[in-house]
């Protein structure tokens, strides 16, 4: 009877955590997030540059959709790894070296005014990137141009 007791209770507890693995099956076409990114654009072309917004959350990662317009600061996210898939315009890529004078802006992230020493990379529609977690960053748009691109945010430690 023990037994029975115990598998009982170890099914309750399992039931919940099932639940919230449930696998959520979203589809974005091209030009459902160019139309999502349209309504930032006034936010983008603001004194930061840049606007965002989350499509989905799951249990170790998010997605969103996000614009720039100016050059970016040095971005390190100590936690999360990224994924860009570049929608439109074009952009440079700095990875690597460093921040020299990057402070947390927030748990996990820290903020400096530029990438040194790092590589440079051309970004333009339809190309993948993949930033380890940690690896510093800085995303650097032409004046007159509109980069978006779509992220997915993986949480890795």
């Given amino acids: 009877m023990g037994i029975k007791i115990a598998i009982m209770a170890m099914a309750a507890l399992l039931l919940p955590a099932a639940d919230a693995q449930t696998p959520t099956v979203d589809h974005f076409t091209q030009s459902q997030l160019l139309e999502k990114a349209k309504d930032l654009s006034e936010k983008a072309l603001?004194?930061?540059?840049?606007?965002?917004?989350?499509?989905?959350?799951?249990?170790?990662?998010?997605?969103?959709?996000?614009?720039?317009?100016?050059?970016?600061?040095?971005?390190?996210?100590?936690?999360?790894?990224?994924?860009f898939l570049v929608e439109q315009g074009q952009a440079t890529l700095v990875t690597g070296g460093s921040a020299p004078d990057g402070k947390?802006?927030?748990?996990?992230?820290?903020?400096?005014?530029?990438?040194?020493?790092?590589?440079?990379?051309?970004?333009?529609?339809?190309d993948v990137v993949h930033i380890p977690a940690s690896v510093p960053h800085q995303l650097l748009v032409a004046k007159g141009v509109t980069f978006t691109y779509f992220v997915i945010k993986i949480k890795e430690k």
Avoid at 70 to 78: L, P, R, S, V
């Fill in 46 to 83: 603001g004194p930061g540059g840049t606007a965002s917004s989350k499509l989905n959350e799951y249990s170790s990662h998010f997605t969103m959709i996000a614009l720039r317009t100016k050059d970016g600061g040095a971005e390190i996210h100590e936690n999360y790894s990224e994924f």
């Fill in 104 to 126: 947390t802006a927030t748990p996990g992230e820290i903020r400096g005014a530029s990438v040194q020493n790092g590589t440079r990379t051309a970004l333009n529609p339809g």
